[in-house]
């Protein structure tokens, strides 16, 4: 059973910059793709960025799109996301997720492991 652990959440001004961490135990991630997703107050939650086992594949939403990077130490057991340029509409409570296997996913149906949130707030 894998357990994951978010860090580096906070109050940031618009324009500011974050580096969330998802440290896992239990559990190697280097076989898993890992995710970031997010949920503001009264929405669903929604993929942000999503990172192969190998790191050669990514996928980011729209929104994130040349403003966020997803990476991965395996060697540590660590995925990070390096958030830039936010904006007030990135606030939300961010989760790392871990898949169960081999092959890249990306939805949420596919991340049966996931921490237990970290709250990113940007204010304008």
């Known amino acids: 059973q894998v357990q994951l652990v978010e860090s580096g959440g906070g109050l940031v001004q618009a324009g500011g910059s974050l580096r969330l961490s998802c440290a896992a135990s239990g559990g190697t991630i280097s076989s898993r793709s890992m995710g970031w997703f997010r949920q503001a107050p009264g929405k669903e939650r929604a993929l942000v960025t999503a990172?192969?086992?190998?790191?050669?594949?990514?996928d980011h939403a729209d929104s994130v799109k040349g403003r966020f990077t997803i990476s991965r130490d395996n060697a540590k057991n660590t995925m990070y996301l390096e958030m830039n340029s936010l904006k007030p509409e990135d606030t939300a409570v961010y989760y790392c997720a871990a898949s169960n296997i081999r092959d890249y996913v990306a939805s949420s149906s596919g991340f049966p492991y996931w921490g237990q949130g970290t709250q990113v707030t940007v204010s304008s």
């Open positions: 990172i192969s086992w190998s790191g050669g594949r990514t």
